[in-house]
C-alpha cells in the first residue's frame, strides 16, 4: 500500500449509531488531518495532529472524536450524528506542521458518509 | 466569510486549447499558494504551488500565475487533455491551508 488510505470507502449509520473512520498514511509523514467536504462548501478542516499530538480542533462537535494512536494511524470516532454531517471525510497527511516546504498535504480518497 | 473564491463552479475548454482556471483571496497576509486536481471517487492530489515572492511557476503544462496587487492567483494548463477533466481547488496556506470551493474542468475531445 502506498500513499494515503481510508476505510470504509462508504458509510451509512443511523443518528444512534457509533462507528469509526480510520485513516493510514504510507509516507512516514509526522502531520495528519481530518477535513469535511459537504456538497457546494470549501474544504473544512476538523483536526489536526503533529506527531501524535492535536494542535488544532476547528471547534468541531463532541460526536466526532478523533483518536491518533500513532504517526502513521488516524482514526475519526463517529456518535449519535446528525444528518447534516453527511459528507465526504477526508485524511490528508503532510511531511511536517511547521513550514510551507513541509505542509504539503496529501490526500485519501475519503469516506462518503450518509446519516439517516 | 470566505477567504479563497473559485468564482467559476464549472469550465469547458476545447481539447488542445489553454484551460485558464482563475481564484481569489481575500488576505494579503497568505503567503503560500497551491492547486489541487481531484477525480471522482478520490482524494485531492496536489498539482503545483507558488510563493508570494514569485509572481510564477511552470510545471510542464501547468503554470501558476500570482497577481500579489489584485489578490488573485490562476493556474494555465496548455495544451488542456481529456485526462485533465477534473475538480481544481485552489488553497492558501497560512497558518492552515484553506481551500476554494473549487471549479469543475471539463474537456471537450
Known amino acids: 500500500e502506498t500513499g494515503v488510505t481510508q476505510t470504509p470507502r462508504h458509510l451509512v449509520m443511523g443518528m444512534t449509531n457509533k462507528k469509526s473512520l480510520k485513516c493510514e498514511q504510507h509516507l512516514g509523514h509526522n502531520a495528519m488531518y481530518w477535513y469535511k467536504q459537504s456538497a457546494k462548501k470549501p474544504l473544512e478542516l476538523m483536526f489536526v495532529y503533529n506527531f501524535k499530538e492535536q494542535t488544532e480542533n476547528n471547534s468541531v462537535p463532541s460526536r466526532f472524536s478523533p483518536e491518533c494512536p500513532n504517526s502513521s494511524h488516524l482514526f475519526l470516532h463517529l456518535h449519535t450524528l446528525q444528518p447534516e454531517d453527511s459528507a465526504l471525510y477526508l485524511c490528508a497527511s503532510s511531511q511536517d506542521r511547521g513550514g510551507v516546504d513541509t505542509d504539503t498535504q496529501y490526500f485519501g480518497p475519503g469516506t462518503r458518509l450518509t446519516v439517516l | 466569510d470566505q477567504q479563497v473564491k473559485q468564482n467559476s463552479p464549472s469550465l469547458s475548454v476545447q481539447e488542445g486549447r489553454i484551460s485558464i482556471l482563475n481564484c481569489d483571496y481575500t488576505?494579503?497576509?497568505?503567503?503560500?499558494f497551491l492547486w489541487y486536481k481531484k477525480y471522482p471517487a478520490e482524494g485531492p492530489t496536489f498539482l503545483i504551488s507558488i510563493s508570494s515572492i514569485k509572481d510564477k511557476n511552470e510545471d510542464g503544462r501547468f503554470t501558476v500565475f500570482l497577481n500579489k496587487s489584485a489578490k488573485h492567483l490562476s493556474l494555465h494548463i496548455v495544451p488542456s487533455q481529456p485526462g485533465d477533466s477534473a475538480v481544481y481547488f485552489c488553497?492558501?496556506?497560512?497558518?492552515?491551508?484553506?481551500f476554494g470551493t473549487g471549479t469543475r474542468l471539463t474537456i471537450i475531445p
Open positions: 488576505n494579503s497576509m497568505f503567503d503560500y
Open positions: 488553497a492558501v496556506l497560512n497558518e492552515k491551508l484553506t
